[in-house]
């Protein structure tokens, strides 16, 4: 019975000994990042639904498809019987309806067709080289912009909102969007009136975004 004790006692000492070499390791590797996370346990700094809201489900979806940008953005099918001038058309719509300013279109993938395709040669004509559709749609409210630049210079990052509306591979179109949850929960608890102005920028991104993939307004 005392080998089998001394045995599990060994067995402990081991499994320590190699947790403390991992530790250290990525502590050094790291620049620290072991104590930082052990830190935040122990006082948390972060929003409490920042794990909830951003990092698991980031996590997941990673390690789901191996693709980071996929896990910070958000998605949604295009109605197969809505044309791509009627998703414009509805979130151009609603973008006035809530007082967010359209500031813009970059339409790439006309853009790459003029760029290739030869003089004279159009659509229609069968040296054409069509591409995918690919068109970005820019949205800013001024006003809100200035006061998250005011809490971080970062903020300007995420300036201005955009919205992609892309037909994939398969001819399945969608519209792309950044996920907000990550500014909003990600890190620190932002200020409350910092709160309620990115909480009505993310609700009217989700009204143009979801009203744009089902052509209403």
């Known amino acids: 019975m005392s080998g089998i004790v001394n045995l599990i006692k ?3 000492i081991v499994i320590g000994a190699i947790t403390t070499y991992y530790a250290v390791s990525l502590q050094i590797k790291y620049d620290g990042v072991t104590g930082k996370i052990i830190s935040e346990m122990i006082s948390p700094k972060l929003h409490p639904e ?3 809201k951003v990092y698991m489900p980031m996590a997941n979806t ?4 191996g693709d980071i940008t996929m896990a910070s953005v958000v998605r949604v099918k ?3 019987d809505v044309l791509n001038e009627d998703v414009e058309e509805a979130m151009e719509s609603i973008a006035t309806a809530e007082s967010i300013r359209s ?4 339409p790439l ?3 790459v067709e003029i760029q290739t395709n030869s003089e004279g040669v159009t659509k229609g004509h069968p040296d ?14 001024p006003r809100t912009a200035m006061i998250m630049v005011d809490h971080s210079d970062a903020f300007s990052a995420y300036l201005p909102c955009r919205i992609a509306l892309i037909e994939d591979k ?3 179109r969608w519209l792309y969007t950044l996920d907000m949850n990550a500014m909003i929960y990600g890190g620190a608890p932002l200020p409350d009136y910092l709160l309620e102005k990115a909480l009505a920028v993310q609700k009217t991104m989700n009204a143009i975004q979801n009203g744009g993939a089902e052509g209403d307004f």
């Open 10 to 12: 060994w067995l402990l």
């Open 50 to 52: 920042s794990m909830a």
């Open 62 to 65: 990673l390690l789901d498809t």
């Open 78 to 80: 295009v109605a197969d």
């Open 103 to 106: 500031v813009g279109m970059l």
């Open 109 to 111: 993938s006309e853009m």
């Open 128 to 141: 054409f080289k069509k591409q995918r559709f690919l068109k970005i749609y820019q949205y800013c409210s």
């Open 170 to 172: 398969s001819g399945q």
